[in-house]
C-alpha cells in the first residue's frame, strides 16, 4: 500500500540534504581584529586613529573643523556589492555614539564642516546621549554633496542596550538590514539604491569610540540544489 507520510517524510529528509549540499558558501572580503598595527587597507579620510589593546580607537582630539574621525577601506569597489559587514562598537567618552558606512563612493572631508562626504550610506549608533535619538539607531543616504544627506529610517528610541554593540549590516541589493546583539532592528529597501562600495567606521565630533572584530563577507546568492529543495519543502507544506 502506498504510504503517503513515508514518502513525505523521505522527500523531506532529501529536501533537507540539498538545502545542506547545495548551500552557498559565504566568501570573505576584509577581516581586521587589530592585533597588530592598523591595516594598510584602511584610509584615514578623518584622520585621529590608533590601535591599542585590540581595539580601534577612533576620536578627533581638539573642536578643530572638520570634525569626526573616520577610516574606510574599499572606498568606491565596484566588486563590494551584496556582503554583511560585521563588528563591535563601543562608545567610551560623554556622546555616546558610533558611525559606520557602507558602500561608500567617493569619500573625503567635509570643507569647514564635521563628518564625511561620501555617495552611500551612514548609520548612526547612539547610546545614551541628549541628540535626541537616545537609544536608537538611524539611516541616512549620503549624496556626496554638502547638506544632502537624507535620513531613511531611524529604529525607535529605547532599542539598542548598553553598549558595546556586536553589529551585523547586510547590504543586499536595494535592501538593507540592521541587527544589533543578534535582533534585527532596522530593515530598509531604498527606492533610488547605492549598490557597490567600501566601509567605514568611525566617532563623531571629538568624541571617541572603539572598534574591534571587522568583518566584511559576500551574501551568496542560494544555489540550484537549495532552490530545489526550498520547493520541494513549500510544495509539502501545501500539501500538508
Known amino acids: 500500500m502506498f504510504n503517503t507520510t513515508k514518502w513525505s517524510h523521505a522527500i523531506c529528509a532529501a529536501a533537507l540534504v540539498a538545502l545542506c549540499a547545495g548551500a552557498a558558501t559565504a566568501a570573505t572580503l576584509f577581516e581586521d581584529h587589530f592585533d597588530g598595527p592598523l591595516s594598510p587597507e584602511w584610509v584615514s579620510v578623518l584622520p585621529n586613529q590608533w590601535v591599542?589593546?585590540?581595539?580601534?580607537?577612533?576620536?578627533?582630539?581638539?573642536?578643530?573643523?572638520?570634525?569626526?574621525?573616520?577610516?574606510?577601506?574599499?572606498?568606491?569597489?565596484?566588486?563590494?556589492?551584496?556582503?554583511?559587514?560585521?563588528?563591535?562598537?563601543?562608545?567610551?567618552?560623554?556622546?555616546?555614539?558610533a558611525l559606520a558606512y557602507i558602500r561608500t563612493n567617493g569619500s573625503r572631508p567635509r570643507t569647514g564642516a564635521s563628518g564625511l562626504l561620501t555617495l552611500g550610506y551612514r548609520l548612526d549608533f547612539h547610546g545614551d546621549d541628549q541628540s535626541g535619538y537616545p537609544n536608537a539607531l538611524?539611516?541616512?543616504?549620503?549624496?556626496?554633496?554638502?547638506?544632502?544627506?537624507?535620513?531613511?529610517?531611524?529604529?525607535?528610541?529605547?532599542?539598542?542596550?548598553?553598549?558595546?554593540?556586536?553589529?551585523?549590516?547586510?547590504?543586499?541589493?536595494?535592501?538593507?538590514?540592521?541587527?544589533?546583539?543578534?535582533?534585527?532592528?532596522?530593515?530598509?529597501?531604498?527606492p533610488n539604491p547605492i549598490l557597490s562600495g567600501g566601509v567605514g567606521l568611525g566617532s563623531i565630533w571629538t568624541e571617541e569610540a572603539r572598534f574591534d572584530d571587522v568583518l566584511v563577507q559576500t551574501i551568496p546568492e542560494p544555489g540550484a540544489a537549495t532552490l530545489l529543495a526550498l520547493g520541494a519543502l513549500t510544495f509539502l507544506r501545501r500539501r500538508g
Open 52 to 97: 591599542s589593546d585590540g581595539w580601534l580607537h577612533c576620536r578627533k582630539p581638539v573642536w578643530d573643523p572638520p570634525l569626526d574621525a573616520v577610516a574606510v577601506t574599499h572606498d568606491g569597489d565596484q566588486s563590494w556589492t551584496d556582503y554583511e559587514f560585521s563588528f563591535i562598537a563601543d562608545p567610551v567618552t560623554s556622546v555616546q555614539m
Open 138 to 190: 538611524v539611516l541616512y543616504r549620503d549624496a556626496g554633496v554638502l547638506g544632502e544627506d537624507l535620513v531613511l529610517a531611524a529604529a525607535v528610541p529605547g532599542c539598542i542596550p548598553a553598549a558595546p554593540w556586536h553589529v551585523d549590516i547586510q547590504a543586499q541589493g536595494p535592501r538593507i538590514r540592521v541587527a544589533v546583539n543578534g535582533i534585527w532592528l532596522l530593515d530598509w529597501t531604498d
